[in-house]
């Protein structure tokens, strides 16, 4: 089954190559969507795909890429679905 999850990643993520990780680990689970920075320092992921690779999406969320410190992580299930592919914002 298909869904679409927001997840809003809190910490040091921004200028450590998070959305641009997030881009590439998204891509190898089939996901589309996209990444982007918020302007109160964190970075929003918008995903959608099957439930199971959204569950490890949401697992890498937590760690990031080596340079990330990630602090929190919150999921919201939404109504829209992104268009295809993968882009960050």
């Known amino acids: 089954m ?3 999850r927001r997840f809003l990643v809190s910490g040091t993520v921004q ?15 089939g996901l589309s969507g996209y990444a982007r ?10 995903a959608h795909g099957p439930t ?12 990031g890429p080596p340079n990330a410190q990630v602090t929190g992580v919150e999921v919201s299930a939404v ?3 992104p268009p295809e592919g993968f882009r960050v914002l």
């Open 2 to 4: 298909n869904e679409s």
């Open 15 to 29: 200028g450590v190559f998070f959305r641009s990780s997030a881009k590439r680990h998204a891509e190898q689970l």
């Open 37 to 46: 920075n918020l302007v109160d320092g964190r970075v929003e992921v918008l």
């Open 52 to 63: 199971d690779a959204l569950d490890e999406l949401a697992k890498w969320l937590e760690e």
């Open 79 to 81: 109504g829209e679905q």
